[in-house]
């Protein structure tokens, strides 16, 4: 169950990601060369980097998904 890969991202969009049971509601700023992402969490409004979210690997319940209007 991974859902959209990180090759499919795109700036401008919103998207959610599951891991280790943490959901991430978030949208994509900025695409960065190394293939990371800088990001803003739409409800904290915090920026950071999509790869923060996976530095301890992909849990089971890993799924990655594009949030529609």
């Given at each position: 169950?991974?859902?959209l890969s990180f090759d499919v991202l795109r700036t401008g969009k919103k998207y959610r990601l599951i891991n280790f049971g943490e959901q991430h509601d978030f949208v994509i700023e900025h695409i960065l060369t190394d293939g990371d992402f800088k990001v803003k969490d739409l409800?904290?409004?915090?920026?950071?980097?999509?790869?923060e979210l996976i530095t301890y690997g992909k849990g089971k319940d890993y799924y990655l998904e594009e949030i529609r209007p």
């Open positions: 169950m991974a859902g409800h904290s409004l915090e920026r950071f980097h999509l790869k």
